[in-house]
């Protein structure tokens, strides 16, 4: 591996999408040529950071079920990398994005109780989603299973470029899709509650992390 990570992401991407475009894959509202690139939002940052934290979500829900898989297309390619727009200025945040910052914070600063949103903190760490295609608000959990299963290589190969010391997977059921990717079995992976679920306050995220903190094995 070379010392630039983001260029190493970089050429899996390349790889990743030609799977993608070469995969028997029939959608009516999702082109089997989307692909929505994540990883490390900031090199330098991160490779300061005193623990690196790798987020994993399920899929980008930046495509709509009223769209034809053509716009949708056109929307996965503008999408990007959404999370380092943020973190740039160049997006504005979302719900998600402040409650990731929360988690990100209270990590980083080793503060359960009273952690800020400040949304630099992004900055320190990297994310990725396992659905690499997009999806919409609501995610189908055999499809997710089915991606992670036939992907589990480039999975496992992305999460080792990044190579974080904790994994934190953002919604139920996400750590169990990983269950087949080496790289985790030997990392410290906890699940969290997802960073915009309305049903959850601040206060049973940061209890829910904290609990997974003291229960993983490091």
């Given at each position: 591996m070379s010392d630039n990570r983001s260029a190493e992401?970089?050429?899996l991407f390349d790889e990743w999408r030609k799977r993608h475009i070469s995969e028997d894959y029939s959608n009516n509202?999702?082109?089997k040529n989307n692909f929505i690139p994540d990883g490390i939002i900031d090199e330098a940052s991160y490779m300061q950071s005193p623990t690196k934290i790798l987020f994993i979500a399920k899929e980008a829900a930046c495509l709509k079920k009223t769209k034809t898989?053509?716009?949708n297309?056109?929307?996965a390619q503008k999408d990007g990398f959404w999370c380092r727009r943020v973190v740039l200025g160049e997006e504005?945040?979302?719900r998600f994005?402040?409650?990731l910052a929360l988690l990100a914070n209270a990590i980083l600063n080793e503060n359960f109780e009273t952690p800020e949103k400040d949304i630099s903190a992004l900055r320190y760490v990297a994310f990725m989603n396992i659905n690499k295609r997009g999806g919409f608000t609501e995610c189908k959990t055999k499809l997710l299973r089915d991606y992670a299963q036939n992907y589990k290589d480039l999975i496992d190969r992305e999460i080792k470029i990044i190579s974080p010391d904790i994994i934190v997977c953002c919604?139920?059921?996400?750590?169990?899709?990983?269950?087949?990717?080496?790289s985790c079995k030997s990392l410290p992976v906890l699940e969290?509650?997802?960073p915009s679920a309305r049903y959850k306050t601040d206060t049973d995220r940061l209890k829910k992390l904290e609990d997974e903190l003291k229960n993983a094995q490091f």
């Open positions: 992401l970089e050429k509202e999702i082109s898989a053509e716009k297309f056109e929307t504005g945040g979302t994005s402040s409650g919604g139920m059921g996400v750590r169990d899709c990983l269950s087949g990717v080496d969290v509650y997802h």
